[in-house]
């Protein structure tokens, strides 16, 4: 048997919960991510994974986050989940990975697809079990 062992303190790693200020459906409070004001020149925000529990909402979210971006960037939110072809979920893995895209919205981001620099990883109203939160955490990690 080998045992390792693995110090938990990341200095780098941080978890956080911000309470809901706005209508659920509004997803207003993602709009963090997205500076007010965005311009097509500025630097792009930190690379994310936002999960969701249902596809609906991830859909709305997407489509809201990316209307807070100029036109010309919208095509860096993207979304997907498990009922896109697994081509489809490998083009935007790719995406993300050439930060062709910025952020994703997922109800679905398997195990062993790490990316080395996403930066933010938000569970959109945590209802599931915590061993499901640690792995998408461990996303970022």
Same mark, same amino acid.
Request: glycine residues 4%.
């Given at each position: 048997?080998?045992?390792? %062992?693995? =110090? ?7 978890? $956080?919960? !911000? +309470? &809901? +200020?706005?209508? #659920?459906? =509004? ?9 007010? *004001? ?19 909402? #991830?859909?709305? /979210?997407?489509?809201?986050?990316? %209307?807070?971006?100029?036109?010309? #960037?919208?095509?860096? &939110? %993207?979304?997907?989940? /498990?009922?896109? =072809?697994?081509?489809? +979920?490998?083009?935007?893995? *790719?995406?993300?990975?050439? =930060?062709?895209?910025? *952020? ?5 981001? $398997?195990? $062993? ?11 959109? !109203? /945590? ?5 499901? #939160?640690?792995? %998408?955490? $461990?996303? /970022?990690?």
């Amino acid at each position: 048997m080998i045992t390792v %062992h693995q =110090s938990s303190n990341w200095p780098n790693i941080k978890i $956080g919960v !911000r +309470k &809901i +200020k706005y209508t #659920l459906d =509004s997803f207003a409070d993602l709009t963090f991510l997205i500076l007010p *004001g965005f311009k097509v020149d500025d630097p792009p925000p930190p690379k994310f994974l936002i999960f969701f529990n249902d596809i609906p909402d #991830l859909i709305n /979210a997407a489509c809201i986050l990316c %209307h807070f971006l100029p036109s010309k #960037l919208r095509e860096k &939110i %993207h979304w997907f989940n /498990a009922d896109m =072809s697994t081509m489809y +979920k490998e083009e935007e893995l *790719g995406k993300l990975i050439s =930060s062709d895209t910025w *952020g994703l919205c997922t109800t679905s981001f $398997g195990m $062993g697809m790490d990316i080395l620099d996403i930066l933010m990883v938000i569970q959109w !109203r /945590a209802s599931c079990n915590l061993s499901a #939160l640690w792995q %998408h955490f $461990g996303q /970022a990690a």
